[in-house]
């Protein structure tokens, strides 16, 4: 038995899968203004990075289990753990900022009192 229609031959293509930039998808910083406790900000930046950490590492797999050879394989990691690297170091940085800040918005009506009673003291 013949078939009616050819099949299609599949062409081979010479680009390799490449994991997505870490430019292309970063973790977006919660909207300062917008929440009003510095908690909820940094919750939002944590759960942000876990979402696209996550996301990232699927389709840096996907893209590693079609790979065609070993060395492209390790080169899709190598570019995943580049990029989960500087965006887990962003969202550090950012995470430092916040409490850094809250700290000192929290301490600074003591802060004042303390230098006050100081200078109470040193003029005695």
Known sequence: ???????????KTTA?????????KTAKAAPKA????PIEVASGIIVTLARTNFEESVEA???????????????????????TIKRNIDAARELNEL??????????????KFTEAFEKLRAA
């Open 99 to 112: 409490t850094v800040t809250a700290v000192r918005e929290a301490v600074s009506p003591y802060a004042a």
């Open 16 to 24: 390799k899968p490449r994991a997505a930039k870490a430019s292309v």
């Open 34 to 37: 917008a929440a009003k406790n």
């Open 61 to 83: 797999a996907r893209a590693t289990m079609k790979a065609g050879s070993i060395k492209t394989a390790v080169e899709l990691q190598n570019e995943l753990v580049r990029a």
């Open 1 to 11: 038995m013949t078939e009616t229609t050819p099949k299609a031959k599949k062409a």
